[in-house]
């Protein structure tokens, strides 16, 4: 089983998102931005969009190719990082998705999830504009305009937000199609903005890209591009975004007053455009709609079958080395073993064990850990949901008896003992599925991998890693 197992992308484990020393502005004149008032907590921001996030992906068809999503988290992760101190907010969980769409659209979810619709990023002429869009949706997120425009309402359902919320995602009649029965214009809260906050979300991103090394004038550009689509209907991106008076001429005045934080480009943008060429077909709005539409298989690793190999390494060390890969996680592990990843997931494997797919690196031997959507309040349901994503890109994974109780940290978890077939020696493997719940309703999850042959030895060695797990959420 790969270290990218999944055909969603997880949520960030590492606080990578304070700002840096070096990401500066240097222009006193720049324009002072002041978030709304808000009733809200930032907790409810991110549970409110970790319950959108969750249906989101389950009912969009996401493109799941690891080159053109790591990109697009390089940019974010970049973005996020230049957003001003006094908008941090240290429960949001910043991630970045990109849907199989062929509609221009971008939008961000309270707390911290970004989708990008494929057909914005085939549309724009560089990096520095898709950038922009990114910016100016962040802008939304850490300024809290989604639960600041609810405040100005009645207070928000989120047991009702699925079909609204993806509704204006899809927007136009194909829009009305997902939403029809709900009885709460959560949408109008949450996704449409008032050109007040469209004007702020213009001028904090544009200084946020000054931080992160992007001309602020490429925004502007963006606007204009996205105005020349679409005839007089235009995407859906601006019918959820109302055009500010002035806007393009408000960002250009921004940006003279900002200084550009040198020249950044990850020099991916042409290869991943030519990548989306090659991609195979998106869908309409109207297809997603009425349900024509599905997620490709997460394409994160290349198909090994027929070959068969050997991968030796050290058995696992008898002494343990402590790792806190978060402000919320502390594990001990065998002292041969390394830390890799850090981004969507963390990995502790023996030297030898890893190896290079088209899209990253899986291993052989060793432990993942990662955190994916709960919701259901039920332990057994959430896991076997995580397994039935687990089995969408690993086929051939098998359940070998039934999930075991056990005690993590004081708190219940389930033990789940699975087989696969391991694409980068083509023979059986042993698979260790933990879970357990996070305080705010998440699944924790770890993954121990080893070859069968190898199961009583890395089974025992599973157990001990599990029983160090310290968690302070």
Excluded: C
């Excluded at 469209?198 to 963006?222: C, H, K």
């Excluded at 997620?295 to 079958?305: K, R, Y």
């Excluded at 402000?327 to 030297?351: C, E, H």
């Excluded at 042993?430 to 924790?444: C, E, N």
């Amino acid at each position: 089983m790969t270290a990218r197992l999944s055909t969603h992308r997880f949520t960030r484990l590492v606080a990578t998102l304070a700002v840096g020393a070096a990401l500066t502005t240097g222009a006193a004149t720049q324009t002072k931005v002041v978030a709304p008032s808000n009733k809200y907590s930032p907790a409810d921001d991110v549970k409110l969009g970790r319950e959108a996030a969750a249906q989101v992906k389950k009912e969009l068809p996401m493109l799941n190719d690891e080159r053109v999503d790591d990109w697009v988290e390089d940019v974010g992760a970049r973005l996020a990082q230049a957003i001003p101190p006094e908008f941090q907010h240290r429960e949001f969980e910043y991630t970045f998705d990109v849907v199989n769409q062929s509609d221009i659209n971008a939008f961000a979810l309270p707390g911290g999830p970004m989708f990008l619709n494929r057909g914005m990023i085939e549309k724009s002429k560089t990096e520095g504009e898709v950038a922009g869009v990114m910016a100016h949706e962040l802008a939304h997120v850490a300024l809290r305009h989604g639960t600041a425009q609810a405040t100005k309402g009645e207070k928000f359902q989120i047991g009702a937000i699925a079909g609204q919320i993806l509704g204006a995602v899809v927007g136009g009649t194909a829009g009305s199609i997902i939403a029809q029965g709900s009885n709460f214009g959560l949408s109008t809260y949450f996704l449409k903005y008032s050109r007040e906050y469209e004007s702020q979300a213009d001028i904090l991103g544009a200084q946020m890209l000054a931080r992160a090394g992007y001309n602020p004038i490429e925004m502007a550009n963006m606007f204009k591009t996205l105005e020349s689509e679409g005839g007089s209907s235009g995407p859906q991106f601006l019918s959820d975004h109302p055009n500010p008076a002035n806007r393009y001429q408000a960002i250009v005045n921004e940006a003279k007053t900002l200084r550009i934080n040198g020249n950044y480009a990850s020099g991916q943008f042409q290869n991943v455009q030519a990548r989306l060429k090659n991609a195979g077909r998106s869908y309409t709005a109207q297809e997603i709609a009425e349900g024509r539409a599905r997620s490709n298989p997460s394409n994160g690793s290349v198909g090994t079958a027929g070959r068969t190999a050997s991968v030796r390494v050290e058995p696992p060390a008898s002494s343990l080395r402590t790792y806190k890969p978060t402000r919320f996680l502390q594990v001990s592990v065998p002292a041969n073993w390394a830390q890799s990843g850090g981004n969507s997931s963390v990995t502790y494997a023996p030297q030898g064990a890893f190896y290079d797919t088209q899209g990253g690196t899986a291993f052989t031997h060793g432990v993942e850990f990662g955190v994916a959507q709960g919701g259901s309040g039920n332990l057994q349901r959430d896991t076997q949901s995580l397994l039935n994503r687990f089995a969408q890109s690993n086929p051939e994974l098998r359940l070998q008896g039934n999930a075991g109780r056990v005690d993590i940290n004081g708190r219940q978890g389930l033990v789940t003992q699975l087989s696969n077939r391991s694409e980068a020696t083509g023979q059986q493997e042993y698979i260790q599925l933990t879970t357990t719940y996070l305080r705010d309703g998440s699944v924790l999850y770890m993954i121990g991998v080893a070859p069968q042959n190898e199961a009583n030895t890395y089974n025992s060695a599973f157990n001990r890693v599990r029983q160090t797990l310290r968690l302070a959420d």
